[in-house]
């Protein structure tokens, strides 16, 4: 489990900046494929946690989440 504490990063910002730091060169082209759907999926799972009114409007628009193992 992720322990938060004030010296570490949000875990979005951790997450954005392992994609800011990511070489697309480096990795082969089916496996980046997948790597781009499936980072688009887990964002779309996290957004679609958060509490209010838009998110709702956007859960009710698009659905849960595309990951249906992840999702309920």
Do not use: W
């Not at 697309?24 to 759907?37: F, G, I």
């Not at 946690?49 to 628009?61: D, T, Y």
């Amino acid at each position: 489990m992720l322990m938060k504490n004030s010296t570490s990063p949000s875990t979005g910002n951790a997450i954005a900046g392992f994609a800011d730091r990511a070489v697309s060169t480096s990795v082969k082209p089916d496996a980046r494929k997948l790597y781009k759907r499936n980072i688009l999926d887990n964002l779309g799972c996290a957004i679609s946690a958060f509490p209010g009114a838009p998110f709702a409007a956007l859960r009710e628009q698009f659905g849960l989440c595309t990951i249906k193992s992840r999702c309920k």
